[in-house]
């Protein structure tokens, strides 16, 4: 028993090929974390975006800076988003099982019913006996996950790269859109999954440990978080929400503050009344993080009064396959929550959103 006390840490790689000056810096020691760890920080990607013209066609609703874009279609609205993951398992079937839900969760996210998806895959290099196999796992387990939220997957792209990374292209079909932008001031916060998988994920690649707790456990109880479909949370949420959006890469503070930023207002959330993975708070405690949550927290603090504990850190924590993040009327929180928690859904109400100009206020 004493061989599995000590877990082996991941060793990063070494920068493949010629690199720009920089680069060994910009890595660091730190292994490179995978799913929605490996996302561009928001800082950069707002500015990259803010070059971006304003969408042209009629038809086009909304483009870049929601969950989806939103096209019309018909009498309602067809949005369209897509996402893709860096592999963090080196089992295909259950990174394709993440990432279907994952993608599927910006289209919940805007009050959809997903529609069809198209399939992003790069596999690393492999025996064409063996990609036959590999895409064949990776292609069945998705669409078990899509067909059962009534979505066909109807195509997409395949290649070969450095790493396993999968991507979906999806749409889906509305008559109304949930957006970021309608939170009210007196609006109930509820969060439907609990936070800590980037943690978690971190502390697996870097073998990191903390006292009295079996790190394998935690990495389980994070797969079956990610995995678990958010459609019972959209279908409880949707009619009621004045907004809503999923809590991905830039964390519960950085998804937060943009719906805030949308809406004009601020809120109030309690750090205690916040859902966490099992170890995920002892494991923020020894240090370990998600490579992107230094970007996450460098794009929030200078909006937000905390205190820095390591369940504050969490905050910041980038999520991949995250719950739902809505606002919904007051008096109807407590019965919405009800019927989550009869649906099997971990929710909690975490806050309230109060007047003012968008800033995000911890209470501990």
Known sequence: MEKFASYPAMTPPPPAGPVAAGVAQALGEKP???????????????????????????DVVSGAGDDAAVLRCGDGFQVISTDHLRAFS??????????ATHALGDIWAMGAAPQVALAQITLPRMSPRMQAETLREIMAAASEVFRAEGAD?????????????????????AKRILAKGGARPGDALILTKPLGTGTILAAEMAGQRAPGLMLGEAVVAALASMTRSLGPDAAILTPQAHAMTDVTGFGLAGHLLEMLTAS???????????????????????????????ANRAACTARMAFNDTPRAALLFDPQTAGG?????????????????????????????????????TIKT
């Not at 995978?34 to 042209?56: E, F, I, N, R």
């Not at 997957?153 to 079909?173: I, N, Q, R």
């Not at 601020?266 to 949550?293: D, K, R, V």
């Open 153 to 173: 997957v109807v195509g997409g792209h395949t290649a070969t790269g450095a790493e396993l990374t999968l991507g979906f292209t999806v749409t889906g079909l």
């Open 32 to 58: 490179l974390c995978g799913g929605c760890g490996a996302k561009v920080g928001a800082d950069a990607l707002t500015t990259a975006l803010a070059s971006l013209p304003a969408p042209a066609r009629p």
């Open 324 to 360: 739902l993040l809505a606002a919904v009327p007051a008096d109807q929180a407590t019965a919405l929550l009800t019927a989550l928690h009869a649906a099997n859904v971990r929710a909690a109400i975490i806050g309230q959103a109060t007047e003012g100009a968008p800033f995000l």
């Open 90 to 99: 080196h089992d295909p079937a259950l990174m394709a099982r993440i990432c």
């Open 264 to 294: 004009n207002c601020a809120a109030e959330i309690s750090l205690p009344a916040i859902p966490l993975l099992p170890g995920a708070e002892a494991l923020a405690a020894t240090g370990a993080a998600s490579s992107l949550a230094p």
